[in-house]
């Protein structure tokens, strides 16, 4: 065994990616609890083993912290039982081993010392044949939407013939907080790869967890790297839910939702605003004895609501971006309440100066848009007071929303050069995680030119279309298709005032 006295002292103290949890406790250094030379059975790289048990001594009395999610076994030989008695450790499989394989105990913050807690990250490695492999396959997992590191996702090497959501995997391991992952000492061999955030750790990917796969076999080599994107995906159940936005509206979604089909208490509902055909805001009138009971087709829902949330005035809301708004803008504000009437003596706009200011109005569903007709040199006031809105059941509660003025020498013009994105995109103009602009891009688009915005710092948000339904789609297991592309720029200049820009998104060189 003398060729592998060097390997022995590398692997004992190997920091890999392939870890089963990230590390949590303190923080791992020289004092950390450390296994004792020559006391490991079988010994680190040792060849032709056939037991069921690995036991190693400790240079100090150590605790085990949560054996059950922090110790794993690669390939899975069974069930795995981990004890200690003062300095000593002893893990217990009950399954076979397979001939002619090497096996890894990978154990992530599981030992720790009883004084400072201290713990760190073991591998124990050995084969039941007459070599050790050493074969590896590598990569990262990021979000699919946000294009961010997917964290502590649970990352699984499958035979090609297994089914992720009913079978283990052969090999298992965790991404890190970079959301890269790595698999080492494999036997040749071609592999499923597939990962899941294991909310209720139970070690299978569940209805309403996200996922991420390669949708071709992964081949074990010295460097075989995979880069996998995660969503959720749609949940196959089709029931019927319903939130409450107190007190006059609630949204009904998860199913294709109708009007007609929908009742509340037996009586027919009222539409206020449809945002997909699974995505409905309704009115929510009173009921006299607190209960509401929803019924689509053969989903029923009940739902207790106490008068006082019902008797409660509604909300304006301000829709304005960052309250800015230019001159000849329309203003849109919602509400949680169907309005009946407004009150335009009691909807005040004026600027800082109190010089008041005339104005049209539209309403319709939830949403109010106010049009200012007269030009002002200063930042806007608008002021609904108390009872400016009335709603089926309830008037408004009073809010006074403060606007910055633009004009359009205040404002930046900005032409896009989008002749390298082929087909079908949705290209959004983006300030933080709101989308300022949206543009549906054809085959035949070239240019995007976006007037009169306001000078701040923008990114550029581009989903590829795929199907051409003007949304984002997430991945699909059972058919095998990938989340839909997404790809973000920095513009490369700043908007100014009065500025016209031209930028090119080149996708050749986006990395």
């Known amino acids: 065994m003398a060729r592998y006295s060097l390997f022995l002292g590398i692997l004992l103290l190997l920091f890999g990616c392939a870890e089963i949890v990230p590390l949590t406790g303190g923080p791992s250094d020289n004092q950390a609890a450390l296994p004792v030379e020559g006391t490991q059975n079988p010994e680190q790289g040792a060849l032709q083993v056939n037991q069921n048990e690995l036991n190693v001594k400790f240079n100090e009395y150590f605790t085990l912290n949560d054996p059950a999610n922090t110790v794993v076994m690669n390939p899975n030989a069974g069930k795995l039982e981990v004890t200690s008695n003062k300095r000593e450790l002893s893990i217990k499989w009950d399954g076979p081993l397979q001939t002619n394989t090497t096996y890894i105990i990978q154990m992530n913050g599981t030992i720790r010392d009883l004084n400072e807690k201290n713990d760190t990250i073991h591998q124990f490695v050995f084969s039941t044949g007459n070599q050790i492999d050493s074969l590896k396959i590598r990569g990262v997992i990021t979000d699919g939407f946000s294009n961010k590191p997917s964290t502590a996702f649970t990352v699984g090497l499958y035979d090609s013939v297994?089914?992720?959501?009913?079978?283990?995997?052969?090999?298992?391991?965790?991404?890190?907080?970079?959301?890269?992952?790595?698999?080492?000492?494999?036997?040749?061999?071609?592999?499923?790869?597939?990962?899941?955030?294991d909310s209720n750790k139970d070690r299978l990917p569940s209805i309403g967890e996200d996922i991420a796969y390669s949708t071709k076999l992964i081949s074990s080599k010295d460097s075989t790297f995979s880069h996998i994107l995660t969503s959720k995906p749609k949940s196959p159940l089709k029931q019927l839910q319903v939130k409450i936005l107190n007190p006059g509206t609630f949204y009904a979604s998860g199913k294709e939702i109708s009007e007609s089909n929908l009742s509340l208490n037996s009586q027919p509902v009222q539409l206020i605003k449809r945002f997909a055909s699974d995505s409905v805001l309704f009115a929510l009138p009173n009921s006299p004895n607190e209960i509401y009971t929803f019924i689509d087709g053969p989903d029923t829902i009940t739902k207790i609501i106490s008068l006082k949330d019902r008797n409660k005035n509604f909300s304006v809301l301000n829709k304005v971006h960052k309250s800015a708004w230019t001159l000849g803008d329309t203003l849109l504000f919602e509400t949680n309440e169907l309005i009946d009437q407004i009150d335009t003596s009691l909807i005040i706009l004026e600027d800082k100066t109190k010089l008041r200011m005339k104005y049209d109005f539209l309403f319709s569903g939830n949403q109010v848009r106010i049009i200012p007709k007269t030009p002002i040199s200063f930042d806007l006031i608008v002021d609904f007071k108390m009872g400016a809105l009335k709603g089926k059941t309830n008037i408004n509660d009073s809010i006074k929303v403060e606007l910055k003025t633009y004009r359009t020498s205040d404002l930046s013009n900005l032409k896009l050069n989008v002749e390298s994105m082929k087909g079908r995109w949705i290209i959004q103009l983006m300030d933080g995680t709101t989308a300022i602009r949206t543009f549906l891009k054809t085959d035949t688009d070239s240019i995007i030119n976006w007037t009169n915005l306001v000078p701040v710092v923008y990114q550029i948000r581009c989903i590829k279309d795929v199907n051409g339904n003007g949304k984002w789609d997430a991945g699909n297991w059972a058919l095998k298709s990938q989340p839909e592309r997404v790809v973000r720029f920095e513009l490369k200049s700043k908007l100014r005032p009065n500025w016209d820009i031209e930028e090119t998104l080149d996708l050749e060189t986006h990395e």
């Open 162 to 197: 297994k089914d992720p959501y009913k079978d283990a995997p052969a090999y298992i391991c965790k991404s890190n907080d970079k959301g890269e992952f790595e698999f080492s000492y494999l036997k040749p061999g071609q592999y499923q790869l597939f990962a899941f955030f």
